[in-house]
């Protein structure tokens, strides 16, 4: 619970000096994630810069130093009935706002309660010239200069360090049920599709195992007539199933084979292959556990309409993330130099060319 | 910031692009340039050296590299229902009108998503979209008209914002020409993407970084039903206050208007809605869902209403009523009108919580310059519209509401808001970015707009404000003349002005 905004900035001015660039941690939760990163490398750690700033529970706005933990913002949150929509996954005990922001994660909820970027309304972050800067703001309609704030969700750092953030966040709702039915793949992927497209209180839909998992949240006449109406056997300790969905607790996820997350068309069809298939986001995120290619895995992506990450484990010295078109890499790289002329933050996390 | 200094030939350069486009469509004669002279903010014109309209991508392709590389600035242009002068055209500059790309190219039912050429009306999108239930999110009131281009381009709202979320919230996909004509696609057919989100930031960037080629949106299952609750309030504090008790009860309505004493008086004159018209505030509340969630609202939010002293509340029971009650509120802008020669609308957003408080300062200082304001506010997010009523005619008047229209977005930022909530900056909020943003962050904007653009030859001077003019932002008395500019310009073109501001959401 502290302030510790001057000796960042000391750090990174200190960096820019010596040439020295800055590995940036929060709570070192999501160490696997990107491209593995030399670890000699100095960190910047934010871990220390904790605490919310203000919290107006009536303005659905929440402000928050970077390296406060999830679990510091839900409970504030909980006494007055409200939440992070955007169910951020936890992946250790210390996982915090500025990493999720960073890594732009989301929960099972994402396709109805959007995501951390869309909930992003402002933050604070100190660039690669040791300036501390503030985007955005505390309210909701904002469009004064450019989203800077929305542009720091998957550039994991790599444009500075963050330091506060500001948040929408939103009232809990009354009422949750979840359905589950046995179904195989395919006809669980047109299921989803179908329910999304009704006005339905659905909030979230997953299929593992044969088995399609169906989450209904709002005012409880409308849950329980939506419950009906659609039928399905009743979950017991839903919120259990959810979270460990959440934060790769389930079976599906113990396993030593390389993670591959798809982001593509909810209504996609993928193909068979060896590994494992886990349906999240009505169809619009697709988990494989599997040995495979990264270009194969790239050219299966496409046709699916999206992208695909190696999320966790398997080769981390190659490229991790959905290569950009040459334009879209060429932007990437100027926006770098835009922020971090040095190359000080996260070097090679993202991509081994940034 | 513009390399637009050598000197280009205008019937040369309408020559190279009638070689490529019809040349009906490449127009370069007075007469024909003047509706291009400004957008949905008339006071600020200029007469551009070309427009074209580009049929196809590769023509909107071919005029960008030739403006390129002849350093020829170039003013992205959808509907031009604009209200800050971002798509005004550049002196020595062409405006690229999207209007010929009107085309839907897919609505994607199963997938939730349409496939649009970025000169499609706003409002087309849902119509086409309806047919299977669905509709487009975002509905700023200028709907029937603006398109979805410059939706991206200005980041538009509406009045389901809170609910529903800006534009940048309901993107997937936008294809895009760099000012150099490559073309670029940014997102995808899934919810996320890796690496910077460009999307996010192309969004809302009034035409600094890109041209809109094309856009893929989400659609949104139309709402079982909606019902409003209007209630007048005795002051704008309780009605504050009801506002955040609905949030406190866990409610997100789908609209949440507020609109002031003023405002009630000239919509009722107008639209004969039933407002109350003794009322110093009144609240409109739409809850939409399911028909069993909307009733459990609309009771929760009706008794809440009366529980905090509203002094009338009434309750749409089907569409009819639901129409008539919204009625006043559309038309209050129109209705202004009616009571004023002329009025200009302004855009803040701030804290909640801070409503009553900018309300009584505005009170104050309307008193002071003389200017009557009637104010109309997205409750639910915050988003304020205050109309300054003014007399153009009057010598000197414009530039006294100019100045309290200055000092009504200073105020929004000094209690924790923002300069521009949905409208955008363009040309007429420039002289406040230093309002909201200190040196550093101007510079670290340029840099972001150099990486997009070298050359600095799209859309030049909106959005963001030079160094010099935020020194000389810094150096003024404020109280005295802040926007002189503004005025000056408008008298040395002598255009006659109508409504300086629009209609709008």
């Known amino acids: 619970m502290a302030d510790i905004t001057n000796l960042l900035v000391e750090q990174v001015l200190a960096a820019r000096e010596q040439k020295q660039p800055l590995r940036i941690v929060g709570g070192g939760s999501k160490d696997f994630m990107g491209r593995a990163v030399d670890m000699s490398l100095s960190e910047l750690n934010l871990a220390e810069h904790s605490g919310i700033v203000s919290y107006h529970p009536v303005e659905l706005v929440l402000t928050a130093r970077a390296g406060t933990p999830l679990t510091e913002l839900e409970t504030a949150l909980a006494e007055n009935n409200q939440m992070l929509s955007f169910e951020p996954p936890r992946f250790g005990e210390g996982s915090t706002l500025g990493g999720t922001l960073a890594t732009n994660l989301s929960g099972p909820g994402r396709p109805w309660w959007s995501s951390v970027r869309d909930q992003v309304l402002g933050i604070r972050l100190i660039n690669g010239y040791g300036e501390h800067l503030r985007f955005g703001g505390q309210v909701m309609k904002n469009v004064a200069g450019y989203d800077v704030s929305r542009l720091q969700a998957g550039a994991l750092g790599t444009l500075g360090a963050m330091t506060e953030v500001s948040l929408k966040v939103l009232p809990k709702p009354a009422s949750t049920r979840t359905l589950v039915s046995d179904c195989e793949l395919g006809e669980a992927v047109s299921i989803m599709n179908q329910r999304a497209a009704q006005p339905k209180p659905i909030t979230a839909a997953c299929w593992l195992d044969n088995r399609l998992y169906i989450r209904l949240s709002g005012a409880h006449s409308a849950v329980d007539a939506t419950a009906a109406q659609w039928g399905g056997e009743e979950l017991e300790d839903a919120d259990v199933f959810w979270q460990q969905l959440r934060d790769q607790q389930l079976e599906f996820f113990s396993t030593d084979q390389p993670l591959w997350r798809f982001s593509v068309n909810p209504t996609a069809r993928m193909p068979q292959l060896s590994g494992g298939w886990l349906v999240d986001w009505g169809g619009a995120q697709r988990w494989y556990s599997g040995a495979a290619d990264f270009a194969e895995m790239e050219q299966i992506a496409k046709a699916a309409g999206g992208q695909v990450s190696l999320f966790r484990g398997g080769d981390r010295s190659g490229e991790v993330m959905h290569s950009p078109s040459p334009a879209a890499q060429v932007l990437q790289q100027r926006l770098k130099q835009a922020f971090d002329p040095d190359g000080l933050f996260n070097p090679g996390r993202l991509y081994s060319w940034m | 910031m513009s390399n637009a200094g050598k000197r280009v030939d205008r019937e040369a350069l309408a020559q190279r692009f009638r070689q490529f486009i019809d040349p009906e469509y490449v127009i370069s004669d007075d007469e024909t340039l003047k509706p291009y002279e400004c957008d949905g903010l008339s006071v600020y014109c200029e007469q551009p050296m070309l427009v074209v309209l580009p049929e196809t991508v590769e023509q909107a392709q071919q005029v960008l590299r030739i403006c390129h590389q002849e350093g020829v600035p170039v003013v992205a242009r959808g509907a031009g229902t604009g209200l800050c002068a971002g798509a005004m055209p550049h002196p020595e500059g062409v405006v690229l009108s999207m209007a010929k790309f009107d085309r839907i190219l897919e609505i994607d039912t199963l997938a939730r998503a349409a496939r649009v050429q970025p000169g499609v009306r706003n409002l087309a999108i849902s119509e086409a979209a309806g047919k299977n239930g669905l509709y487009y999110g975002p509905d700023p009131s200028s709907q029937i ?92 504090q309780t009605a504050g206050d009801a506002v955040g008790a609905i949030i406190a009860e866990g409610i997100i309505p789908g609209g949440l208007e507020m609109m002031d004493g003023h405002a009630i008086v000239a919509a009722e004159a107008f639209a004969k809605a039933g407002y109350p018209t003794e009322a110093q505030a009144l609240l409109l509340c739409e809850v939409d869902g399911t028909s069993e969630e909307v009733h459990e609202h609309i009771d929760a939010v009706e008794s809440l209403f009366k529980r905090l002293g509203a002094t009338s509340v009434r309750t749409s029971h089907n569409e009819e009523e639901r129409a008539r009650l919204w009625q006043g509120r559309k038309s209050a802008f129109p209705a202004v009108g009616r009571i004023s020669p ?82 955008g900056v363009g040309v007429e909020k420039i002289r406040q970015m230093p309002a909201q943003f200190n040196d550093s962050e101007i510079e670290q904007f340029h840099r972001i707009k150099a990486a997009f653009d070298p050359a600095g030859t799209l859309n030049p001077g909106k959005g963001i404000p030079t160094l010099r003019q935020c020194q000389e932002y810094r150096s003024l008395d404020k109280d005295i003349e802040p926007n002189a500019g503004a005025a000056a310009q408008l008298h040395a073109h002598d255009h006659d002005h109508g409504q300086g501001g629009h209609h709008h959401g």
Request: aromatic share 6%; charged share 20%.
């Open chain 2, 342 to 423: 002329d009025y200009y609308c302004m855009d803040g957003t701030i804290p909640r919580g801070q409503l009553a408080h900018v309300l009584t300062e505005m009170d104050r200082k309307s008193q002071e310059c003389g200017l009557r304001v009637a104010n109309v506010f997205h409750a639910g997010d915050g988003n304020l519209h205050p109309l300054i009523l003014f007399d153009a005619n009057v010598p000197g008047e414009l530039e006294k509401t100019e100045a309290f229209g200055a000092w009504i977005l200073e105020l929004c930022v000094e209690v924790g808001g923002c300069i521009t909530g949905e409208h």
């Open chain 2, 145 to 236: 008209a603006c398109t979805i281009g410059g939706n991206v381009a200005e980041n538009s709202g509406g009045v389901h914002c809170l609910k529903y979320g800006l534009t940048v919230h309901n993107l997937l996909s936008v294809d895009l020409l760099t000012v150099e004509g490559e073309r670029l696609t940014l997102g995808s057919e899934g919810l996320d993407c890796y690496g910077m989100d460009l999307m996010a930031l192309m969004t809302g960037s009034e035409g600094l970084l890109g041209i809109v080629t094309e856009v893929r949106v989400k659609l949104l299952p139309k709402p079982e039903v909606a019902q409003v609750v209007m209630a007048g309030f005795d002051s704008v």
